[in-house]
């Protein structure tokens, strides 16, 4: 029985010629050998066939194809009948095959194309904005989409990663046939290539507010929200369930290998939606820290947060504060974890650990713990938020407000001492982090209490001082917006704090004041407000 009758009942197609143009020439050279070996005729463009040439593979040149040269630097040379109606006349279909046969036409079976790398251009500093426009690719798209529209005759090829399953069907059909799911799947992911393709050059070009001449920089405007929100990310994985059994998760990634969704896992279960959402939570709010710190994560609140001369130290310091609550959380660390800190985490369950990196004898500690997730983290830069309401999507910029001790408005008489100073910017870089509204009792690099998602300051100064561990006199405290009223800081008074750190802001701002000079308290204003809803 033949390669074409086998074939048939899965609706396979035979693939007699191929157009090979890539800018990502990983895995070209295997890809096309395998199909010459299938005697697949190759026709190919510019560096492309230049590549497989240098490999022993006979090409033929686009040129060859169309009767027309390669031209305009390379801007027309697939844009030809020739190519298209190749690509798009239906196989079998009378009326059609009589008009290439008119034509001196022939079929292309297979498309194998990935576009020009525009956002990696786009992500130059200073990229000349001619060179930017230069690299919007036109003749790869419009290859990928009349292939995938034809994919009942056509298959159609723009990941590297998909080349040796390819492979290894063509070898198991003996000879170059595709099946009908199989090329609708590439149609699939070849109309998503092309729709976050277009996407990723409106989005760019957006922000370049005015055209300027073509070699000067595109002078983006980052500052700007876009006109129309575009969100085009690949599925990354797919969860086991969402926040509860019920509900259907996945996730989907930018496919930059930066921050949660792009982090490596070196061992332990898959993740789940709560541990993804729990470990970015304890991922942001430990980048806060230039010094070694550990963040300890329950329900996207910091249980546990502390920072010390070694990860060890800040990672007792972070438990002690709170160990019940910090049993089955997650943990975030902003250095390598060493064998020393491995050997104690070790001893607490918890669910996942993100970090820059684990130490050889960390893995080896952790080894033994099959269930736990370790998650190997690169730093991402800040990004605008999305939340979803009904009917629609809200955007904002991230929460990266940040202030010095020099910006700090001191407005009792009373100013902090030194070492409530250092404690009050830690409690506010921990506090940003807490849902609102918050209450961060800290000490010493070591958040105490933390009162989190109250809807009266009152009862999350209370709920913070009921949290503690250890005791809170002499403390400082962290309100993520200001007081109200009096009742809120004599609350925080009454737990042990000596010094405070607000925004500011209130009506009633001088009658805080008033209450704290009356309590012997210090109080800084911010001047800036951390809703975390």
């Known amino acids: 029985m033949s390669t074409e009758a086998k074939a048939s009942g899965s609706g396979a197609k035979t693939i007699h010629r191929a157009l090979l143009s890539v800018t990502d020439k990983t895995g070209l050279v295997e890809f096309a050998q395998a199909l010459a070996s299938f005697g697949v005729e190759l026709i190919s463009t510019g560096g492309t066939a230049r590549a497989l040439r240098e490999a022993g593979l006979t090409v033929k040149d686009i040129s060859e194809l169309t009767g027309f040269p390669e031209m305009l630097d390379g801007r027309v040379k697939t844009l030809h009948p020739r190519v298209h109606g190749g690509l798009l006349y239906i196989r079998g279909n009378a009326e059609h095959e009589a008009a290439v046969r008119a034509q001196g036409i022939e079929p292309i079976d297979m498309v194998v194309v990935n576009l020009y790398a525009f956002e990696k251009t786009a ?21 990928v989409r009349s292939a995938a529209k034809n994919f009942e005759d056509v298959a159609i090829v723009t990941r590297v990663s998909d080349y040796p399953d390819l492979i290894q069907e063509m070898k198991s059909a003996r000879g170059a046939a595709l099946t009908r799911a199989t090329r609708w799947r590439l149609a699939k992911q070849a109309f998503a290539l092309t729709s976050a393709y277009d996407a990723a050059i409106a989005s760019t070009l957006e922000q370049v507010a005015d055209a300027p001449a073509p070699e000067a920089p595109a002078a983006f405007d980052a500052a700007s929200l876009p006109a129309t929100l575009r969100i085009n990310m690949p599925q990354a994985q797919a969860l086991r369930y969402g926040e509860n059994p019920h509900q259907r998760a996945a996730l989907y990634a930018d496919g930059s290998g930066l921050g949660i969704a792009g982090a490596r896992q070196l061992q332990g279960k898959d993740l789940s939606f709560n541990n993804l959402v729990d470990l970015d939570a304890c991922w942001e709010l430990v980048q806060e820290f230039e010094e070694p710190a550990c963040i300890i994560v329950k329900h996207t609140n910091p249980c546990g947060a502390a920072t010390g001369a070694t990860i060890l130290e800040a990672y007792q310091k972070a438990l002690a504060a709170d160990p019940v609550s910090a049993f089955g959380g997650v943990v975030g660390i902003n250095r390598e974890v060493d064998a020393a800190a491995a050997e104690e985490i070790a001893k607490l369950f918890v669910e996942a650990i993100a970090a820059p990196a684990f130490s050889s004898g960390a893995r080896e500690r952790f080894a033994a713990k099959k269930n736990l997730r370790l998650v190997e983290v690169k730093a991402a830069p800040a990004k605008p938020v999305v939340k979803q309401v009904s009917g629609g999507l809200l955007l904002q910029d991230a929460d990266s407000g940040q202030v010095t001790e020099s910006e700090l408005k001191v407005v009792t008489w009373r100013p902090p001492t030194a070492e409530e100073l250092r404690s009050l910017l830690f409690a506010w870089h921990v506090c940003k982090h807490v849902k609102s509204n918050a209450i961060v009792y800290a000490r010493d690099g070591q958040a105490l209490g933390v009162g989190a998602g ?6 999350a100064a209370k709920f913070g001082a009921m949290k503690a561990v250890l005791p809170l006199k002499g403390c400082v405290a962290a309100s993520d917006a200001f007081f109200p009223f009096p009742d809120g800081l004599e609350a925080v008074a009454e737990a042990g704090a000596t010094a405070v750190i607000q925004p500011g802001g209130s009506v009633r701002d001088e009658e805080v004041i008033a209450a ?7 109080m800084v204003f911010t001047g800036i407000r951390h809703f975390r809803h």
């Not at 992500?123 to 290859?143: C, K, R, T, W, Y």
């Not at 704290?516 to 210090?522: E, P």
């Open 123 to 143: 992500a130059q500093p200073g990229v000349a904005f001619g060179h930017l426009i230069e690299n919007i690719d036109i003749g790869g798209p419009s290859m």
């Open 454 to 459: 109250q809807m009266s300051r009152v009862d």
């Open 516 to 522: 704290a000079d009356k309590l012997g308290l210090a």
